[in-house]
Structures are given as structure tokens and as C-alpha cells.
């Protein structure tokens, strides 16, 4: 496996923290992204991987800490203004517009690259055209990419669950992302579908695009990523290579409950 | 071509017809047409339920009525009252739209429902201490629209053919509609209007995926608005008169019912939804002229009776056409095969 964590650094948090009431669900967590890198977070249910993401992508508000994408401070945006500094973003349970065409949802992407107004949607001048045109064979290529091409104009509701996820994949990809953030991309996909998303990240990753995946399936990320942090209780437990994160003795002992492991581990 | 000669002739089919009455009704559907074209953008396109539209219609009638007529001593000219009508009710979509942008569904309702009777009740209430609006009485002696210094409140002869006022009203507000309908189609099939589309599906992926929300919701309420705006402009010169009783809720609701009648989101219903709730209802009015003649006496109230007939047929539609007569492309798809609907995603922050 290629390792591309030497890279300049793409997106950096530091001592990111979020409270719910009492509750911290995220404690000074700092992670380090790099450009070009396939960058996985793990956890086990409840760990905060969906907080921090949320945190990243503009929906919450940190309660401490700052998030940077490419030297630019992310924390306090609007969700709208974290797409367009080059942050995107795909959702645990598919958020797509269902009523609309499968290549429709991927226009709304093109959405924040382009500028057409009022006017120019009434008077539809030539710069306008242009641009209509653009976004239309831009969307179509997405779909291509992603592989929902043939389902281009079904309503996004009627596509096979796997191209709906895939298709979130598109519109993401849509508003030019630096880094593209997968929420369980993998999630209630069978094998042969798991496989085909695996080939269409590192495809991804093959044209510049840093990738951070959040995954419950720990396997799909040991052999996805470049670099692994696990989160347990809001902290960052762990962080490296996925096979030196897998044997760290922390790492095991969130996955497999702290009471054995502490039994296990203490002399008798 | 030939839809273009019946329009034209429309107003002359109709006064040889039924009487010059009718042809003011035209007029009168041609403005709500506009109405309806103006909401159908903020509720049909964009998915926001606004309760209080026909400020905007009032808006647009006061202003052109304290601008040309003796309330003031001002006549301004036809020319800049229209788009200075546009103008302002469009500033003011965006004035009651800014306080309701974190509203979503029924709280968004009921605060634009608020707006509207604010806006009324204003004009109710302009005439002391500085009498402004000359309250319920209302404006009167509004000039009639003129155009290239031809009023279109006298009756002319072009080429042997004799236009009444009501006829002059007609090309006119026919022009307006089909303008404001060649704006909606533009609009509809644009950048603008698929992330109207986008935030009426999920707001919150809209969000995410770069549309800046508040921006284009505020422009959905101002682009409606000044269709009102004109359109309420050019009520107040065909009128010659108005009072705050005009713009009620229930004309409010009375629109709304035109674009769900019609089909929400697509142009031909809600002009359809549009002709049948203007027409329909003073169709009704000869029953009571049928009654005196055929009983002797007035058994049902022909003014009850439209409202009856009126619930009836919105329950009807409500059982067995709930997506509206000519549904647009969209809705029929959300009301058709609806193969386990999937329930949005509740929102993640809501605490925020």
C-alpha cells in the first residue's frame, strides 16, 4: 500500500471539543489530514466520529478548539461556506433529493461553482448557456465516474440502494472538494457493492482528492487507508498506520469492552 | 398561433357573449393569475408555506394608489409606478422573509400568516396622526392607468373597432401575465430554481452541498413578491379604488387554494387553478337569478352556496387529486408510486 501521509498538511483541527449540555461528546481531539491522503476514523458506536463530522462540515459549532482546511479556519462557517472553501460532505443516511433526477441532484452540486443570477436565468445570455452547458456534461461525467450514468434520469428515490449511495458520492464531488468526507459509505451495502466502493475511493484518491472516511466496519478501513485515527468517549485513543493502530493495546480494549481487557491485563 | 387569436379575441367573444361584466372578470382572473404566479414561486418552487402573500398584492396597490392620486397630489406615471411597484413589494418579501428564514413548515406559516394581517391592519391604521393611507375608508379617485398618454379608463376607437376601458385592461394585464409566466418558466429551469428545488427537498443537504439557504429563500420571497407587487399596482388603477378590506386572509387563502387546485410548481395548472377559483365563484352568482325565477325566492344564498361547494370540492380534490389538476413533473412523482416514503432524516442539530 502506498503511503501518502508525507504530504503538506490539507486539514488540521486542534483541540476540537464539543459539549452537548454536560455531555462532552468530543474532548480536545487533533488530527492532522494530509493532501492526496485516504484518512480513517473509527470508533465504536457513540465514539463522536458523527459529531466531529459535523463539527468539520459547519452543522455544529465546536465548543472549543479550530478546525483549518488548507491553512483557512473552518470553525464558526456556515455549512454552505465550508463547501465552498473545499470541504464536502456525504451523510450517514442518505440525504438526496429524492424527487429530483439523479443528474439533477448532481447539478445542485455544481451549484456553488457557478454564478449565474436572476438575470441571467431570465434573459439566458450566452455566458449563461454556457454555463447551464457546462454543468449539465460536468453532472453527466460525475455520474459516469461514480458508475449511475444509466440511471441518469431516474428520480434519485428509485435508484438501487448502493447508486443512491454512490450517487451522494457524485454530488459531493460536484462542488469541488479538497477533501471529500464519507459518513459510512459502506453502510448496508452487501460485498459485491462494498468492493465496487473501495475501487471508486481509491479512484478518488487517484485524482488528488483527500479523502476522510468515517467507518464502522473496521476492516474496510484497515485496507482502505493511508492513516487511521480511532476515537473512543470523544478522545482520540489512537492514531497511525491501520495495521500499528489495530495491535494498539487501547484500540482493543475499546473494541472489546474495558472490563476483560482489564482483566486480562492485570496480574491475578 | 391560433391559442394567440383566441386570446385576442377573447375579451370581444365574451362581452357579445355574456356582457361587459365578464370581460372585467377576465381582467380581474388575469391579475389573480399573476398572484397565483407570484406565490406559486415561494411555495411551489421553493417549498415555503407563506400564509400572508396578499400583503405584498397591498403593497403594490398602495403604493401605486398614494403615488397617483389626489391623496397626495401626486400622479406619477405608469412607466415607473410598475417597476417601483415590483420594486418595493419585492424589498418588503425580503423584510418579512428575513425574520422567518429559521421557520420551517407550520411555524413558517403561521408567521408569514401573521405578516399579512400586520400589513393590513397597517393600512387600517395609517390615517392618524398623520393621515397616510385614510384608513378603512380607503383611496379613492386612483388614476386609471395610462399608457404613451392613452388612459385605458376611457373607451377608444382603433381602426372601427371600439375598446372599452375593461377591453384596454385586458391586453394589458394579458401582456403582464404572459410576462410574468415567461419569467417563471425561466426561472423554473435554471440554477436559481433547482436550488429552490434543493431546499424544498432537504434544506439541510441543500445546505451542505454549497447553497447559501438564507440567499435563496430571500430571493424566492422577493421574486414572488413583486409579481404581487405588480400585480396589485395594476388592480389599484383598474379599480380606481382601495381599501384595506381587500387584502384579508382570505384572499390569501383563496390563492394558496388556486395553486393546490391547479397543481403546485407547474405553470398551467396554477393558471388553471387561477381561472377556475375567479370565475367559478361569480359563475355561482347566477344561481341566485335562477332561484328568484324558477321558486320565487332565494331558498339557498348564492354566497353560501359557493363556499359550500367550494369546501366540497377542496376535500374532493384532497381524497382523490391531492397533487392538483395539472400537477408539475416533480409533484406527480412525490404523489405517484410513492413505494415506501421515505421520512427525511430527522435533523441532526437542532439544538443549534
Redesign the interface.
Known sequence: MTSRSDGPILLETRGLSKQ?GGLAALHAVSLNIHHGEIFGLIGPNGAGK?TLF?CL?G???PSAGEVRLDGQRLNGL???TV??QGL??T?Q?I??????SAL?NV???C????K???L???F?NRG?RD??AA?RSKAHELLKLVGVDKHAHS?A?HLPYGDQRRLEIA??L??EPKLLALDEPAAGMNPAERVALIALIQALRATGIAILLIEHDVKLVMGLCDRVAVLDYGEKIAEGAPEAVQRDPKVIEAYLGGSIGGAIGQPA | MLLGVLLAALPFLVDAGLGRTWVRILDFTLLYMMLALGLNIVVGYAGLLDLGYIAFYAVGAYLYALLASPQFGLHLPFWLLLPLGALVAGLFGMLLGAPTLRLRGDYLAIVTLGFGEIVRIFMNNLNAPVNITNGPQGISLIDPISIAGVSLGQTHTFAGIEFSSAHSYYYLFLALTLLVM??SM??QD??????W??IR??E??????????RNVKL?AFA?GASFGGVSGGLFAGFQGFISPESFNLLESIMILCMIVLGGMGNIAGVLLGAFLLTVLPEALRSIGDFQRWYFNRIIVDPADLRMLLFGLALVLMMLFRPQGMIPSA?RR??FKHDDAP?E??PL??Q??
Open positions: 452537548f458523527t459535523n462540515t452543522l455544529y459549532t456556515k455549512p454552505h463547501a465552498k464536502a460532505r451523510f443516511n440525504r438526496l433529493f429524492s424527487h429530483m439533477e447539478m445542485v452540486g451549484h456553488v461553482r457557478t449565474a443570477n436572476v441571467g436565468a431570465i439566458r449563461t454555463e447551464e454543468i428520480l428515490k454530488r459531493a460536484a462542488t | 415567461f419569467v425561466r426561472l435554471s440554477r436559481i430554481g433547482r436550488a428545488a434543493a427537498e432537504d439541510t443537504a441543500a445546505e451542505a452541498m454549497g447553497i447559501n439557504t430571493l421574486m416533480q412523482r412525490e421515505q427525511p432524516a441532526y442539530d439544538q443549534k
